[in-house]
């Protein structure tokens, strides 16, 4: 039986774990922390004498291909939702929210009487559905990306546009209005500050749409979304996976292919035929101990978030009969001050660029799948701040993102709580080098075929050129989220080549 070492317990680490286990590897998997999960796990605190649980990290679920919540087995444990109501969009000079329909024609009228866009709304969606169906087939045949077999199944223009054009391109070409570009590409720099007219940004936008969990939009779990990381870990401890938490790793031996750990005073040795890292980027080569791979990445993270609880159900001033929708807070209304805000806080000229604010309306989702829980929950995922502090150190600015979301609703007086974290805190609870929740920058370079460490394109998941030695983390194709992408199609890689 070949023995498979695993590196990591996060999404990417499980997944990847729960499909070769079922291929007949015996699969270990060593975590650092106490617990598996990464990014995808709870927080807990104690609001007015309740035990109150909440996502630690990721929040919400939208990126996980279908196939891979069937096939895991979390569909049987997992119950998930996403709203059908339209997102509402805020800008600074409007008295009420831009509604963004699912349905295309009401969303063009919206946009073109909101925003007066006069641009192809339309062909926009329907370029986007091609790319989006092209890039779910490379997940699902686990195909490492090419611009090649992009020009093959797109054509050179879509291929030019959406996959290795700037995400400023991409914008001007279908929108004639500031704000609809804006709304339709903030995904740019959602991980970290990308700039949007760097050549290969373009891609992020399609990405961010190529779940198909939820049809390409973006839900929630019952209970949290760390109930995925959980119960994943469940089924593949039934399926014979051995997990090794509160592990330090002390060695990786790439000659006798061993790695040599301690978990509770004691040691272990374990010998591998594939090693798999499901890490942060960087988190290989310290172990490898090979520094001659230069590691030159951007790692720069820039985003925040703010959990605030209510003690009744948060009421909208405007469109509160669409409580479970995704709301969006601009305080940008240009792209050129949109890429202003996201470079200064790269350059770190101060602790907070506001850029926008999505809210998630976790509590009311929760209701809505009959979850009775004490508090309401919003989330306020928050771009931009440099890498600098930690939560503890701005407080000023935490108030600063609450009072801007705050005016929206109804009964400020319930906001109870809130915890906030920065990119700083990210690298230190979640060991994210620097604070970027995909693990590195999803800029140009480091997009589609880019985001990886392989010469090699049958072998897109190798780390640099050792042969069992593999790299699977966030920072791999296509990017990080809660969908266990890179995990599968690393795995899958792993079979076909044996
Ligand atoms: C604040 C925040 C909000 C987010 N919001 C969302 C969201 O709403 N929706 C969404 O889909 N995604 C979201 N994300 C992104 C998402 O959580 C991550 O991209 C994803 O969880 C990464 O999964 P992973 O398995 O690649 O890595 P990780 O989850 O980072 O797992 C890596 C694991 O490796 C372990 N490890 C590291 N070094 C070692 C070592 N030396 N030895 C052993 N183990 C080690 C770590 O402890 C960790 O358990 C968010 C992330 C954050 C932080």
């Known amino acids: 039986m070949k023995e498979v070492i695993i590196v990591g317990s996060g999404i990417n680490g499980l997944v990847a774990?729960?499909?070769?286990?079922?291929?007949?590897?015996?699969?270990?998997v060593i975590e650092k922390k106490p617990t598996t999960g990464g990014a995808c796990v709870k927080d807990s605190t104690i609001i007015e004498n309740k035990n109150i649980d909440f996502a630690y990290g990721a929040t919400v679920l939208g990126m996980m291909p279908d196939f891979i919540f069937q096939e895991t087995g979390l569909s049987d444990k997992i119950e998930g939702y996403y709203p059908k109501t339209p997102k509402l969009v805020y800008f600074n000079d409007e008295e009420?929210?831009?509604?963004?329909?699912?349905?295309?024609?009401?969303?063009?009228?919206?946009?073109?009487?909101?925003?007066?866009?006069?641009?192809?709304?339309?062909?926009?969606r329907n370029d986007e559905n091609k790319v989006v169906k092209f890039i779910q087939k490379l997940y699902r045949n686990a195909t490492s990306p090419s611009v090649d077999i992009a020009n093959d199944?797109?054509?050179?223009?879509?291929?030019?546009?959406w996959i290795t054009g700037s995400a400023k391109n991409l914008l001007d070409h279908y929108?004639?209005?500031e704000k609809t570009k804006l709304y339709m590409?903030?995904?740019?720099?959602?991980?970290?500050p990308a700039s949007i007219y760097d050549p290969?940004?373009?891609?992020?936008?399609?990405?961010?749409?190529?779940?198909?969990?939820?049809?390409g939009y973006w839900g929630f779990v019952k209970t949290g979304i760390w109930k995925i990381t959980e119960n994943l870990t469940e089924i593949n401890r039934r399926l014979g996976v051995k997990f090794y938490l509160d592990s330090e790793i002390q060695e990786v031996d790439n000659k006798s292919n061993s790695v040599s750990f301690s978990k509770i005073n004691k040691d272990y040795k374990l010998n591998y035929d594939h090693l798999i890292f499901a890490t942060d980027p960087v988190t290989p080569s310290k172990l490898i101990n090979d520094f001659s791979n230069n590691i030159d990445l951007d790692l720069i993270g820039t985003s925040g978030k703010v959990t605030a609880f209510f003690k009744n159900p948060v009421r909208w001033k405007d469109s509160n009969n669409y409580s479970d929708s995704f709301r969006f807070i601009f305080s940008v209304d240009s792209l050129n001050s949109f890429e202003d805000a996201s470079q200064n806080a790269l350059k770190d000229l101060d602790n907070y660029f506001p850029g926008f604010i999505q809210v998630y309306p976790e509590g009311s989702a929760q209701r809505k799948m009959n979850n009775k829980e004490d508090f309401d929950k919003l989330i306020f995922f928050t771009k931009n701040f440099s890498y600098n502090k930690e939560a503890k150190n701005l407080n000023d600015i935490k108030e600063k993102i609450i009072s801007t979301v705050i005016p929206h609703i109804e009964n400020p007086e319930d906001l109870v709580y809130s915890k906030f974290l920065?990119?700083?805190?990210?690298?230190?609870?979640?060991?994210?080098?620097?604070?970027?929740?995909?693990?590195?920058?999803?800029?140009?370079?480091?997009?589609?075929?880019?985001?990886?460490?392989?010469d090699n394109k049958d072998n897109f998941y190798s780390y640099y050129d050792y042969e069992n030695i593999f790299y699977c983390g966030a920072g791999s194709f296509p990017c990080g989220s809660v969908a266990g992408?890179?995990?599968?199609?690393?795995?899958?890689?792993?079979?076909?080549?044996?």
């Open 185 to 192: 590409g903030m995904t740019v720099i959602e991980s970290g």
């Open 153 to 161: 199944h797109l054509g050179k223009d879509l291929t030019s546009l």
């Open 96 to 124: 009420t929210s831009t509604k963004i329909y699912q349905d295309y024609v009401k969303l063009e009228k919206e946009l073109y009487e909101k925003w007066g866009e006069k641009g192809r709304v339309n062909e926009f």
């Open 17 to 28: 774990a729960n499909y070769l286990v079922k291929h007949g590897f015996n699969v270990s």
């Open 422 to 454: 920065t990119p700083k805190d990210l690298n230190e609870t979640f060991l994210f080098p620097k604070g970027n929740i995909d693990h590195s920058t999803l800029t140009g370079d480091q997009n589609y075929h880019k985001r990886t460490f392989s």
């Open 200 to 215: 290969g940004t373009a891609f992020t936008i399609p990405l961010m749409d190529s779940g198909s969990i939820f049809d």
């Open 485 to 498: 992408t890179p995990g599968y199609m690393c795995s899958k890689q792993i079979i076909r080549n044996l």
């Open 175 to 177: 929108f004639s209005s």
